[in-house]
């Protein structure tokens, strides 16, 4: 077995799910535990600086071998997993040499993984894929990353003959409930640019993403008992299902694609007295953005001329903005990956990213931050999986950017 692959196996069983209603950072302490496994792992193979701070943060330090002035890179990827299904317990296996066709993930609950649900899955044949049981996550958003980034250091570290300038590696926690970069210190981090490894199939890289809100709706309804209730009771829920209906059907997760935003009604509970929603709010265009929150704040005003003022209140937090702002001054630095893959084989393949990642937010932060694919799919899912050639081309990458970097910085010897 590979060394990317144990590593890959081991944390994917280490459980790591964020928790949005935690006030603390990490939101979480399990997250931790893999924070401490990934110091161990990096001091193991030679990062010596390599240290774990308060916040859940991991940070290492892979020194130049030139002896010139090169551009510093980062490399970062998440530790946590998003808490929507199940996280404890994962037990990972692997398909080897996938034959293309339907793979019974648990043969008792009757659980696959098909291609005529999941018609990507056509392109991977022949490759070994890392699967679970159909009943948690598996992880590889994002330990696919970082499995990835520790084995390139490794590389790099075991072949001095490749040309390296200095190169700072973080892990975050807390990316799935968007506070991934909260703490994050970019000044001390000191990289000139940096690449999340957050992405998915093979070739991807990123450098769009969605603008993106939070939104909580109350709903103050009024009680009454339902035998007494004719022209008194107020439900605040059925109310709260009628705010719900007046935002665009079509424009749900479910029936977009591509450019396309939304509203994701993500959260409903309440009684009859009071109820509230929570939503996410997304689009690529800023315009549409800052539109749509309007649009919530519009519903709510009709519906407090219908039942009365302060029934409805809307609370809005934008979360991130379209990095393309940030990127395109220094597109530089998402041609010098295209330019990466193609030298290993890989063709790019450019779309926006219809969600975000750490690389967001650090890009407004002053750390330019494209996104790079790990090999993982179907994230979010019990169906999740990984192509272990695909995690291993991302390997390639990683160590072809960094020397590509060193080339590229190297003094012009004039004859």
Do not use: W
Not at 144 to 165: D, K, M, Q, W
Request: net charge negative.
């Amino acid at each position: 077995m590979s060394r990317l692959l144990e590593r890959f196996l081991r944390y994917v069983q280490v459980d790591t799910a964020s928790d949005a209603n935690s006030p603390t950072q990490p939101s979480t302490a399990k997250q931790l535990d893999l924070g401490k496994m990934l110091v161990t792992d990096l001091q193991q193979i030679g990062l010596g600086d390599a240290y774990l701070d308060e916040h859940g943060y991991v940070y290492a330090t892979l020194p130049g071998n030139v002896d010139y002035k090169v551009p510093t890179l980062g490399f970062i990827a998440h530790v946590d997993v998003v808490a929507d299904v199940p996280t404890a317990q994962v037990k990972p296996r692997i398909v080897e040499k996938y034959d293309g066709g339907i793979v019974s993930l648990n043969d008792g609950l009757g659980i696959t993984l098909s291609p005529l649900e999941y018609p990507e899955l056509v392109h991977l044949k022949g490759h070994d894929l890392v699967v679970t049981d159909g009943t948690t996550l598996l992880g590889a958003d994002n330990k696919a990353g970082i499995a990835e980034i520790i084995t390139a250091v490794e590389y790099l570290l075991a072949h001095p003959e490749t040309p390296r300038g200095t190169v700072r590696l973080a892990f975050t926690p807390d990316e799935e409930i968007a506070r991934g970069t909260a703490k994050f210190d970019v000044q001390a981090f000191g990289a000139d640019y940096a690449y999340t490894l957050d992405g998915g199939a093979l070739g991807g890289i990123e450098y769009e993403t969605f603008n993106a809100a939070s939104a909580k709706i109350t709903v103050k309804g009024r009680n009454i008992h339902p035998g007494a209730s004719k022209n008194k009771m107020r439900n605040a829920i059925l109310m709260g299902q009628e705010f719900n209906s007046m935002l665009p059907c079509a424009e749900r997760p479910a029936h977009t694609e591509g450019y396309e935003g939304f509203y994701h009604l993500t959260e409903m509970n309440g009684v009859p007295e009071q109820a509230t929603l929570k939503y996410i709010i997304r689009d690529h265009d800023q315009e549409k953005f800052v539109s749509r929150k309007a649009r919530l704040q519009a519903v709510a005003a009709y519906l407090n001329g219908v039942y009365g003022a302060g029934s409805f209140m809307v609370e809005v937090a934008d979360s991130y903005y379209n990095m393309a702002e940030k990127i395109l001054p220094v597109m530089h630095i998402v041609d010098a990956a295209k330019l990466a893959m193609r030298e290993i084989g890989v063709e790019p393949i450019t779309t926006p990213v219809r969600g975000g990642t750490d690389g967001a937010r650090l890009s407004y932060m002053g750390l330019p931050c494209p996104n790079l694919f790990t090999g993982g799919h179907n994230y979010h899912s019990t169906h999740e999986y990984a192509s272990v050639q695909t995690m291993e081309k991302a390997v390639e990458l990683v160590v072809k950017i960094i020397e590509n970097n060193a080339l590229k910085a190297k003094p012009r010897q004039d004859c």
